[in-house]
């Protein structure tokens, strides 16, 4: 009997989960959206074998509902149902980057037949809507699973054997310690991200070029700053404490950076450059239980038409595996950079070979 699973918010996240899960043959799925658009695309593309804009009605046939909605509507849905009046147990779990204020709203569910697991897939896009979900999207990526209950095993390995099929990686953390760490490497980031980019706006009123110099490096770590604005604010409002504490270690910490700047100290000023490159280019350098490592290789390569297609097929060609490509903006107009990542340091030497004999400089980050 095939399992049904209702994926409720087909966006870039739920619409990748639907791309990806409709792929077993013993897997129906059901799309819910409120945008009938969406729902008519997410169905001629195959995406989805069934479409609803009323989510309650098909709750009840549900083993598996997965909530892929912003965090404020997320939590509307799960109270919404804790009020259904199921005739079988189904697994219910969400997508959400903040896990504290979900998990709080599951442990307040009543419903007999609501088994709760918080999930936060940790992959996305620059895109957003139905048309960019990708059923690679969570290939190799970490996929953050919370237990609302200590004895839940049984439920939890359920939820991973129908998300099998996304190639991801799991982890299983609580509540706090998901959102202490995604609110310093992911959400934290972002606000820092909008706030050089209003620094930049302002100083463009002194310099109306500024805009033309604005490449590379700023546009590098500012391109979060793109993102969804509302579906950020919603983030940010359900992490405010994490943010606020992050906040006030940001501004102690530019505070003593300044005094160095300010004192000339150009030992210390070394000092705290290279600590903090010490850190950043250890970032990865080992596998932490199930988080994979990746091994960089950067390729310079002239702006010129088919390029990036030469280095990718010469390295097909000879059975070399990339898990990520990244295009540099480094110098623009005159030559880019390739940023290569590989699963093994074997094969980045075997690709730094290559490309090196047929006259690429490359550059392996240390």
């Not at 880019?336 to 400089?361: D, M, V």
Request: glycine share 6%; proline share 2%.
């Amino acid at each position: 009997m095939k399992k049904v699973i209702v994926i409720a918010g087909l966006g870039l996240i739920g619409g990748s989960i639907a791309k990806s899960v409709v792929r077993q043959n013993d897997h129906y799925v059901i799309g819910y959206d409120t945008d009938e658009e969406t729902l008519q695309f997410a169905l001629e593309m195959g995406m989805i074998h069934e479409a609803t804009n009323h989510l309650m009605e098909v709750a009840k046939r549900a083993d598996y509902i997965i909530l892929a909605a912003p965090i404020t509507q997320t939590i509307n849905l799960m109270n919404q149902l804790d009020k259904v009046s199921f005739e079988k147990d189904v697994i219910v779990s969400d997508v959400s980057s903040v896990k504290r204020p979900i998990m709080e709203a599951a442990s307040s569910l009543n419903n007999p037949h609501v088994y709760f697991i918080g999930g936060h897939p940790m992959a996305g896009s620059h895109k957003i809507g139905v048309q960019a979900a990708k059923a690679h999207l969570f290939e190799n990526a970490i996929y953050v699973l919370v237990a609302s209950e200590p004895n839940q095993e049984s439920y939890v390995k359920r939820l991973k054997e129908i998300l099998i099929s996304t190639n991801c990686k799991f982890l299983e953390l609580n509540a706090q310690e998901h959102d202490e760490m995604t609110g310093v490497v992911s959400h934290f980031p972002h606000l820092i991200a909008s706030s050089l980019v209003h620094q930049a706006r302002k100083w463009e009123e002194a310099h109306q070029y500024l805009p033309n110099l604005a490449a590379g490096g700023f546009r590098d770590i500012t391109r979060i700053a793109s993102s969804n604005p509302v579906l950020w604010q919603d983030i940010f409002h359900h992490n405010r404490e994490k943010m606020v504490q992050l906040l006030d270690e940001w501004i102690t910490e530019m505070t003593y950076l300044k005094q160095l700047v300010e004192n000339k100290d150009k030992q210390a000023m070394t000092s705290y450059l290279e600590d903090a490159k010490d850190y950043r280019d250890g970032l990865g350098s080992m596998t932490r239980g199930v988080i994979p490592s990746f091994y960089d290789l950067y390729v310079d390569i002239r702006d010129q038409t088919g390029a990036i297609a030469k280095v990718t097929q010469l390295l097909a060609e000879n059975s070399i595996s990339i898990n990520n490509i990244q295009i540099l903006e480094i110098r623009e107009g005159i030559t880019g950079a390739l940023r290569l990542s590989f699963s093994s340091q074997s094969i980045l030497n075997n690709a730094s070979k290559l490309l090196t004999e047929q006259g690429y400089e490359t550059m392996v980050e240390k």
